[in-house]
């Protein structure tokens, strides 16, 4: 089993950046893979960028693509996600979580552990 814990939300102007970190443990990710997902009132959760650990491959939303990078810290158990340029659009709840079947994907029923989500509000 794989725990998550996700941290750095905040409040952050337009054109801002924060930066989020989702710590990890109770398992290697070598196997799984891990996903950014985010939840505004009144919407779907969405997929916003994931990571397959064991090549690196990325992989990001058509509408963050450009302005966020998903990386890892293995030394830290840590997988962040760098946000720039930063829109009142991005404001939602952020969750990271894990896919055992080590595969990405961007819609939520794929994944497995999730982590309790971060608040991110962009304004002015």
């Known amino acids: 089993q794989v725990q998550l814990v996700e941290s750095g939300g905040g409040l952050a102007q337009p054109g801002g950046s924060l930066r989020l970190s989702c710590g990890y443990s109770?398992?290697?990710?070598?196997?799984?893979?891990i996903g950014w997902f985010r939840q505004a009132p009144g919407k779907e959760r969405e997929g916003v960028s994931g990571?397959?650990?064991?090549?690196?491959?990325?992989y990001y939303a058509d509408s963050v693509k450009g302005r966020f990078t998903i990386s890892t810290d293995n030394a830290k158990n840590t997988v962040y996600l760098q946000m720039n340029s930063l829109k009142p659009e991005d404001t939602a709840v952020y969750y990271c979580?894990?896919?055992?079947?080590?595969?990405?994907?961007?819609?939520?029923?794929?994944?497995?552990?999730w982590g309790q989500g971060t608040q991110v509000t962009v304004s002015s």
């Open positions: 979580a894990a896919n055992a079947a080590g595969y990405y994907a961007d819609y939520a029923e794929e994944y497995d552990y």
């Open positions: 109770g398992s290697s990710l070598d196997y799984y893979a």
């Open positions: 990571l397959i650990a064991s090549d690196g491959s990325t």
